[in-house]
């Protein structure tokens, strides 16, 4: 992205110095900016270098380069330009400038200060735009954004001070951004100070970015660095003007603020001048409320001064844009001018000479510079100073030349985005980017004299939400060949409704407006629009109506529906706002002005013609933008009325041809008429206002609108007799009932040209027109119930006989019947035959009398829709009777009564007649009628201030009504004593409901009555003195009443007490007027007491407290004599809701205190300190409650305790501890407020991006700690007695300031730089002051220390991981301090090693383990000087420390661990090492703990008969007894019994999902026992018994897979000591085989070698540096004795459980080999491995502790191999015979195997082997073992021959040949079996 200059001229900041060049310098240091980061692989080698020096840029905006990077020379050395290499052609290529970087600075380092006689003295301000580093003797390094005060320089060279750090030197000029310092001097600009410390933070983050690879996040801070560089280089300008300054000042706070919020950064608020608030400047419960409101988006309010609502100078989108992003606007502002000229040029070629055009006609970019210029210059600006008249030339000529001047005039024009704002008036101030596009700066607040004019013009009320669209009509590129009407209107598509009239232009032929100064100036601005209107189903229309032929017959015409009406036309030019002045436009005027009158012959017929639609949605910027909008036409001219739908839908619509569309510029303001009128200035002088069809929602007093809508919609129209349906054209006009004609009283859309005669647009060709067209009639007051509207209906005919009326019409206006306006909606009017030869113009509206007979036309009508918008014409009746009372004074309690039926909208605009006839009619008939005006203006004033009704309420309206208005000086003499007896009386529910709600108003009214009648009463000279007494006893007795209403205690009174507690604060301002505030304090105060507590009416006790609040926040408290008054209610009220379990109830109270805290410490100085004494009796209540409250009010409780604590005076909180009544209650509130406070001390109360807040928190701590220390030494001593009270406050005070030392937003180590900087400056270490107090204090303890060891060991070693060294000093001095003390008293230390270890093993489960080993030595070396230097400790100091550093040793094992599942047998043998030592030095308590940790590992790891044997650890340490327990890890405080059944029930269960059930079984029948011998519970042991029936069955008939056993041998220096040359045996997992476990080891050790031999490997391999594996499967050896009956399964499971022996047999052969019969020399070696433990056990891995060997002769393995196969055989006879197995395939091949085999010969091999006499001579002692194998050989056939049975029993059809086989086999088997 590239960089634009932002100035025009060489703007000097120091001789030979361009801003071009140096912006050009600044840009190329921050090119990061324009970068992207490099991918994650290329991350790290691409961070290397990114600091060295700035990337290169790609050029500048002319396509001459950028410096690629700042390179410090020698001065006069190589270019004049030296170290701006690349300004002039500089550096090219990436590696030319890094060989240009080195010879820079191997120049730096040589040039030194005594180069000093080329230097001059300047006064000049610079900053850091690249990161300098010093390589030389003198120079200073600088940071990104460091500000420098310059006090000499050479060409390339400067020497300066640093603001930032003080340090001084010199540094090249390539590196900084020059200014003068003598004017806008920045040094001491907090805004610019702070500027140039957020660049210099975020440039370290963006680099950190940058070399991370972090894509989104560098996209987002580079965006931020832009804009805020932009802004830093307009502010840094010696050119921008001061009111500019003060706008950017508001910019730059709030994006920083903004970004600073997105990063999740701190978060800083702002006061209205834009510096930070702070405790200093700032109270505490507004910096609170400032920070909610920035946390929650809504930060205007404190970014900006309250006059800051105007737009800024740098919107969100302007501040942001780039150059490439402006020359892109102004490039497409170009192509639609070289798009028009082109455009123009074709259609000039047709045209006559008449109708040429000059090339200034086609003005799209007044006075704009080209775009060839913007691209190119970088540092000379374009001219916006033309003048509007330039744009005209005086002739014109008819040449071609002047079409191609024209083209070349628009493709060298820049038409701005933002529209020709310079056509309207001269620029204020500097364009944000020049050349591009030209930007206003406003002031902030707009125009002081236009807001003024706002607020008296409206009673000081101004209206919100309302939006003013800016229209700028541009251009009509449309070649229509007539003078054309262009409509303009907004509408919403979803409720098909007008939301504004249209707004009409006139142009000619040559489309230009007919009036002259409108030229350049078609502009019109839709007023009041609703947030509802501007929505995204608004949509703007263009309707453009062709004046002229019935059928065009110009040159160049074409048919675009029927008789070239639609899109027909041909022309010579464009039409445009630009204007041109020419021979004919007089006459064109003319003939403009002629087809708008009556005539019976005439041309000038309006025809529709096209028709544009666009939706506004995201186009409606607050910044003007051209748009063009495509013009269609409808297939049909019938269809225009439906225009917008067809072309959404693209339905039976076309465009028009060679219409290349129309031109427009949008604006949105989101502001009133008058702040815009204010903010545009000169821009909307002399702009129309296009208002909606329609009342406002609240309608001011003093409006004046009397306006009738028609919509003249459609007709019906018979044929008559001609050949083709009639051109109808509709003729209306409003007469007066003699016939004459109103003149000017019709307008068409917004129009300064009023019409007498209103004609249609004529639809060719159909006898059912459609018009749709509006229009306003506006006809005086007093005519309009003499008025109708009169209509003609003609046929046009195209030739010359013009028009002939074939049927007329007429509608009244007002109603004969009651003199009532005519009702809105559809009105469908008979046609009727024109009378012939009759005198009486107004024959049709007398009927009879006339003597004439309407004759009807057939089935012929005219429909049409009125529309009635006025504040003095009604459709109602009793409205209208009300009006005009005088009429009927006999009857006014008829007119009164039926007034209560009028409707809201009626009321909504009558609302100031209405109002002035009901007081009238009082101060007529006095007393008589008081009841009914009562109900009348109850009525009136809910329908006006009634919320629940309509989204508004006219309350602004009511104000400035009786402001300005009101008439009525006896009102109050009537209404108030009405009102008295009204409330004292017994009414309905509903009545005092209703007049509760608008009493309000009502007493309004009475207050300004009793004004106009004693200003009255003084100007006839009478004594007021009595009246006002009098009034004032009438007022009391009205809030007596009041009062007495709010005492009842009916249900059906709730909801009126309601009401009354909601509406009664708004009196206190008229109430003002009559009693002083101490007499308003107790009418209040009485009020709120009368209001009884009941904790069950939610509703009435929130309405309650909302009162106090407004009370509270408003003058009263001000006031010293009210507030007397004030202070005992508020307090006794809040107290009772502070403690309701009702949330809304705590949030309101709480809210009363925060307002009452901030009151105090903004507004008041001499009463301060005793009214915040007052708040202090909430400090118990507060501490009792603020746990109980929602998260969101215990947050604002809490900052109300604060702000009470850090309010204070030194000499309250002792002084409100010692007037508490007992000691009792004195120690309750100290050790309440000193937890909450270590609480909030340990986890802040406010977000940690609070930094101010946060601050403030512990500044409250700190108060209260220096406070206490000595207030609590010198009251609450501690004694040396066991039950000391006191220790219950010193225990929590001095956790408290260990909390404060150990807080993390305390932790100044861990900030950055400057945010250290900044707390240190603020507020110090607060750390350290504390840390001196808890010294001084402690060491007052003596050898009272250790009574501490249960509450301060853990949280002082916690302070040992800090890593400020006078804390850990502090930390380890107290711990030691214990030791010693508990030494001295107990010659021991048993409590201080228990409260260690505990602590230390909570510590190292929270921290990472480099922590934990730091600790550990920081520890060890610590205390060993501590021991070292105290020697009466001696033995008991050594293994006390000994013992801690083996219990950190092992905790330090178990955290170092990876937490990857590959580990979890070093983890769980890390842990079992761990649980040992606690065992073994009796820390039962953290064993237990342990033992749960490492059941809940095995069971996440699914390992879950290990965690049932982890469990019964704890549970085998229990007995079966009935001793009390206290709780421990999970377990309540229960008997042993109860927590050993616990136990087992879970190690049940556990071995239950293992399918251990044996082990089960055994617990079970244990657990039974308790049962059935103990306890007699009998429905435990059937439950119990019914588990273990269940687990009997599923051994003999769930099959089980046991897993298999590996021996894992661990060889070389590089394993760990605890592996290294040892071997395990591992129990696999379930069907896990040799390749999965292989697998799993190698994932551990990957660089690891396996081993590939079985044998030990030899002794080097164990000194050998690598890493060697041996892995190979190992047997189980049971050493149970199993008896005959005993089941296969449950044989099984012993062969694989509970066996620590495990044993590998390999073959080999000795002597010579018998290839005859391999048996006779196979021998088997036997290795035997014994274990340390038996599995399964709590871990799945144990070490090897014996091997033993034996060698197995060639019988004995013959002997072991037949039984090993009759043990398989057996297993699966017993497994298929219960038919458990689904597939008999295993079953078949190993029975085939063992036939093949036996077959083949084995039986004979053994015969010839072991059977012959010859062996048994050899091997005498072979004689038994001989009868095993003969015995195991019989055995087989047996087995063989019953397993052949079930088989054939189970086997299918398919393998019965299989079968058989196998049977054959078996026979022959048989038949040869004689051994």
Excluded at 253 to 280: C, F, H, P, W, Y
Excluded at 1461 to 1481: F, G, Q, S, V
């Amino acid at each position: 992205m590239s960089w634009v200059s932002r100035g025009g001229r060489d703007s000097q900041a120091g001789r030979g110095t361009r801003p071009s060049l140096l912006m050009g310098t600044a840009r190329s240091s921050i090119s990061l900016l324009s970068e992207s980061p490099p991918s994650s692989s290329s991350s790290s080698s691409s961070s290397s270098s990114s600091s060295s020096s700035p990337p290169s840029s790609a050029g500048g905006r002319g396509g001459r380069p950028l410096p690629r990077a700042p390179v410090p020379a020698l001065p006069g050395a190589g270019s004049p330009r030296g170290g701006r290499g690349g300004a002039g052609g500089g550096l090219r290529g990436r590696g030319a400038a890094r060989g240009a970087r080195a010879n820079g600075a191997a120049a730096a380092r040589r040039l030194t200060v005594r180069d000093a006689q080329q230097w001059r003295k300047v006064d000049l301000l610079a900053v850091a735009v690249h990161q300098f580093q010093a390589a030389g003797e003198g120079q200073v390094t600088l940071q990104f954004g460091d500000q420098v005060r310059v006090h000499a320089r050479t060409l390339d060279w400067c020497s300066g001070r640093v603001v930032q750090s003080g340090e001084q030197g010199i540094f090249p000029v390539a590196y900084v951004h020059l200014r003068p310092a003598k004017r806008h001097l920045h040094e001491d600009d907090p805004v610019m100070h702070e500027l140039y410390s957020v660049l210099v933070e975020w440039n370290k983050l963006l680099q950190s970015y940058y070399r991370k690879a972090m894509r989104r996040e560098f996209g987002v801070m580079r965006d931020r660095l832009k804009t805020l560089w932009l802004m830093h280089t307009e502010l840094a300008s010696p050119t921008t003007p001061l009111e500019t300054q003060k706008q950017l000042r508001h910019e730059i706070i709030e994006k920083i603020e903004e970004g600073r919020r997105a990063m999740g950064l701190d978060v800083m608020a702002r006061n209205a001048d834009g510096q930070r608030a702070t405790l200093e400047n700032t109270a505490v419960i507004q910096l609170y409320r400032m920070h909610q409101e920035l946390s929650s988006g809504d930060a205007s309010r404190h970014l900006l001064s309250a006059s800051a609502s105007s737009p800024s100078a740098y919107s969100a989108v302007a501040v942001a844009a780039s150059s490439s992003a402006a020359s892109t606007n102004a490039s497409r502002g170009a192509a639609a001018a070289q798009a028009a000229a082109a455009y123009a040029a074709v259609v000039s070629q047709s045209s006559s000479a008449s109708s040429a055009f000059s090339a200034s006609a086609l003005n799209l970019a007044d006075g704009a510079s080209s775009s060839g210029s913007a691209a190119s210059s970088s540092s000379s600006s374009s001219s916006f100073s033309s003048s509007p008249s330039s744009s005209f030339s005086a002739g014109s000529s008819s040449s071609s030349s002047s079409a191609s001047s024209s083209a070349a005039s628009a493709s060298s024009g820049s038409a701005t985005e933002h529209g020709d704002s310079s056509r309207a008036h001269k620029p204020s101030g500097p364009s944000l980017v020049r050349g591009a596009t030209t930007r206003h700066l406003i002031p902030v607040g707009g125009s002081s004299s236009g807001g003024g004019a706002a607020g008296a013009g409206t009673g000081g009320y101004t209206e919100s939400g309302l939006t003013q669209v800016l229209l700028d009509f541009k251009i009509l590129m449309c070649p229509v060949g007539e003078p054309v009407e262009v409509y303009f209107s907004l509408w919403n598509r979803q409720d098909n409704r007008r939301l504004t009239e249209e707004f009409q232009m006139l142009l000619t032929s040559q489309g230009m407006p007919f009036d002259h100064t409108k030229i350049n100036n078609m502009k019109t601005l839709f007023r009041d629009l609703s947030a509802e209107d501007v929505c995204a189903d608004t949509y703007l229309l263009c309707r453009l109506v062709r004046r002229g032929r019935l059928v065009y017959e110009g040159k160049g015409a074409e048919s675009g529906g029927g008789g070239g009406g639609l899109g027909g036309g041909g022309g010579s030019s464009m039409m445009s706002s630009s204007g041109l002045s020419g021979p004919g436009m007089a006459s064109m005027a003319g003939q403009a002005g002629s087809s708008s009158g009556g005539g019976d012959e005439r041309v000038g017929y309006r025809r529709p013609f096209g028709f544009a639609v666009m939706p506004l949605g995201r186009r409606l910027t607050a910044e003007p933008a051209d748009t063009t909008l495509q013009i269609y036409a409808p297939t049909h001219e019938n269809y225009f009325y439906d225009m917008p739908e067809l072309v959404l839908k693209k339905r039976d619509v076309a465009e028009v041809a060679r219409a290349k569309g129309l031109v427009v510029a949008l604006r949105r303001l989101d502001c009133s008429y008058e702040e815009a009128c204010a903010r545009l200035g000169d821009e909307l002088s002399g702009v129309p206002c296009t208002r909606a069809p329609s009342l406002p929602s609240v309608i001011l007093p003093g409006t004046v609108r009397d306006d009738l809508y028609v919509l003249v919609d459609s007709a019906e129209i018979s044929q008559d007799r001609k050949r083709t349906a009639k051109n109808v054209e509709v003729e209306m006009s409003v007469r007066l009932q003699n016939g004459e004609i109103v003149p000017n009283a019709l307008y068409v859309g917004q129009s300064d040209a009023p019409l007498s005669v209103y004609r249609s647009p004529v639809i060719y060709h159909t006898n059912s027109p459609r018009w749709n067209e509006q229009v306003r009639l506006a006809v005086p007051v007093n005519a309009f119930g003499h008025a109708h509207l009169f209509f003609s209906l003609s046929h046009c005919g195209s030739g010359s006989k013009g028009t002939r009326p074939f049927a007329q019409a007429f509608l009244r206006l007002t109603k004969q019947s009651d003199d009532t306006v005519v009702d809105n909606g559809q009105h469908v009017l008979q046609a009727f035959r024109p009378a012939k030869n009759i005198e009486d113009p107004v024959y049709y509206l007398k009927g009879v009398e006339s003597g004439v007979k309407l004759v009807s036309r057939k089935n012929e009508t005219l429909r049409i829709h009125t529309t009635l918008v006025s504040t003095r014409l009604t459709h109602n009746a009793n409205l209208l009777g009300l009006l005009r009372w005088k009429q009927h004074i006999n009857a006014i309690d008829s007119v009164l009564r039926s007034f209560l039926f009028v409707t809201r909208a009626e009321v909504l605009r009558y609302a100031q007649e209405i109002l002035g006839a009901l007081f009238a009619i009082l101060e007529v008939k006095n007393t008589a009628v008081v009841s009914l005006v009562y109900d009348a203006l109850v009525h009136t004033v809910t329908l006006l201030v009634d919320t629940r009704l309509e989204k508004m309420d006219s309350r602004p309206a009511l104000d400035l009504y009786i402001a300005e208005y009101f008439q009525g000086e006896l009102v109050h003499r009537y209404l108030l004593p009405f009102l008295r007896e009204f409330f004292s009386s017994q009414q309905s529910t509903k009545q005092l409901i209703s007049c509760l709600k608008a009493q309000e108003y009502i007493f309004k009214f009475i207050i300004a009555s009793h004004k106009q009648d004693i200003a009255a009463m003084a100007q006839r000279g009478e004594d007021v003195r009595q009246a006002e007494l009098s009034f004032k006893q009438g007022v009391l007795g009205l809030c007596s009443a009041f009062n007495f209403l709010m005492t009842k205690p009916e249900a059906s009174m709730i909801g009126p007490q309601n009401v009354a507690l909601k509406f009664f604060t708004s009196w206190f301002d008229d109430m003002l007027t009559v009693f002083n505030k101490q007499e308003l304090c107790a009418i209040a105060c009485k009020f709120v007491d009368s209001v009884q507590y009941n904790v069950s009416k939610k509703q009435r006790n929130a309405s309650k407290l909302l009162v106090l609040e407004k009370i509270a926040t408003g003058p009263l408290y001000l006031h010293d004599g009210a507030r007397q008054l004030l202070v005992p209610t508020l307090i006794t009220q809040i107290q009772k809701h502070l403690e309701s379990p009702n949330v809304e109830e705590n949030a309101i109270s709480i809210s009363i205190i925060a307002s009452l805290l901030n009151t105090i410490q903004s507004s008041m100085q001499e009463a301060a300190a005793g009214c915040l004494w007052d708040l202090l009796t909430f400090l118990p209540t507060l501490l009792r409650v603020i746990p109980s409250f929602d998260p969101y009010t215990r947050m604002d409780a809490t900052a109300c305790l604060l702000a009470m604590l850090y309010m204070m005076r030194l000499d309250h909180l002792p002084k409100f501890v010692t007037a508490l009544r007992s000691k009792k209650e004195q120690i309750t509130f100290l050790s309440g407020l000193f937890l909450t406070l270590e609480k909030l001390a340990l986890r802040c109360a406010f977000p940690d991006n609070w930094l101010v807040l946060c601050m403030f928190q512990y500044e409250a701590c700190k108060k209260v700690i220096m406070l206490m220390a000595g207030f609590l030494a010198q009251f609450f001593p501690l004694q040396s007695t066991v039950e000391d009270s006191n220790l219950e406050i010193w225990s929590p005070f001095l956790r408290l300031c260990v909390a404060v030392m150990n807080a993390p937003s305390l932790a100044l180590e861990h900030f950055s730089a400057s945010k250290q900087q900044s707390i240190r400056q603020s507020h110090g270490d607060m750390r350290m002051v504390v840390s001196e107090k808890f010294t001084q204090v402690w060491e007052g303890f003596g050898t009272l220390k250790s009574r501490f060891l249960f509450d301060l060991m853990r949280p002082l070693l916690q302070l040992f991981l800090q890593e400020n060294e006078p804390l850990r000093e502090v930390a380890i001095t107290s711990v030691f301090g214990m030791l010693v003390a508990e030494y001295e008293q107990t010659k021991g230390v048993q409590v201080t090693t228990t409260q260690t270890i505990l602590s230390l093993d909570s510590i190292a489960t929270s921290v990472n383990p480099d922590v934990l080993k730091a600790f550990t030595k920081q520890f060890e070396v610590c205390l060993r000087r501590k021991i070292s230097a105290h020697p009466s400790l001696g033995k008991a100091g050594e293994e006390y420390l000994e013992g801690m550093l083996s219990l950190l040793s092992l905790l330090l094992e178990l955290r170092t661990l990876p937490l990857g599942p590959e580990y979890e047998d070093e983890r769980t043998i890390a842990t079992i090492e761990l649980m040992e030592y606690l065992k073994r030095t009796d820390r039962m308590e953290t064993y237990i703990k342990y033992v749960e940790m490492l059941v809940q590992n095995h069971c996440k790891s699914s390992n879950f008969v290990e965690a049932g044997y982890t469990l019964l650890l704890h549970g085998q340490m229990i007995p079966w007894e009935d001793t009390i327990l206290d709780a421990a890890a999970d377990f309540p405080r229960q008997s042993a019994r109860d927590r050993k059944e616990s136990i087992y029930l879970r190690a049940v269960e556990l071995f239950n999902k293992g399918k251990m059930w044996e082990k089960a079984i055994e617990l079970a029948k244990e657990l039974l026992h308790e049962y059935d011998d103990f306890l007699y519970d009998y429905n435990k042991v059937s439950d119990l018994m019914e588990q273990t029936s269940t687990f009997y069955r599923n051994i003999v008939t769930d099959q089980r897979y046991f897993s298999e056993y590996f021996l894992v041998g661990y060889y070389g220096k590089g394993f760990n000591r605890n592996l290294r040359g040892k071997q395990f045996v591992y129990r696999g997992f379930e069907l896990e085989r040799i390749a999965e476990f292989v697998q799993r080891i190698r994932r551990k050790y990957p660089d690891a070698e396996l081993l590939k031999s079985t044998e030990a490997p030899p002794a080097s391999f164990h000194e050998t540096a690598g890493q060697h594996l041996q892995v190979f499967n190992v047997k189980p050896l049971s050493s149970t004795e199993f008896h005959p009956n005993m089941p296969l399964m449950v044989r099984e499971f012993y062969e694989n459980n509970n066996v620590n022996s495990f044993v590998y047999a390999k073959p080999f052969r000795k002597g010579a080999d018998d290839k005859a019969n391999e048996f006779k020399n196979l021998w088997i070696r036997k290795i035997t491995y014994t274990t340390a433990d038996s599995f399964p056990t709590i871990h799945r891995r144990t070490e090897i502790l014996q091997v033993t060997q034996e060698e197995l002769s060639p019988i004995e393995n013959a002997v072991a191999t037949i039984n090993s196969k009759n043990s398989e055989l057996n297993r699966l006879i017993e497994q298929y015979k219960l038919g458990s197995q689904p597939s008999l395939a295993p079953f078949t091949m190993v029975l085939t195997g063992v036939l093949d085999a036996v077959v083949a010969g084995g039986v004979d091999k053994y015969k010839s082997a072991f059977f012959v006499p010859q062996y048994l001579a050899e091997n005498p002692s072979h004689q038994s073992i001989v009868n095993d194998l003969k015995a195991a050989l019989n055995s087989q056939l047996a087995i063989l021959d019953h397993a052949m049975t079930i088989h054939g029993n189970l086997c299918s059809g398919e393998i019965k040949q299989l079968q058989a086989h196998l049977e054959s086999k078996l026979s022959t088997l048989k038949a040869s079996w004689s051994i």
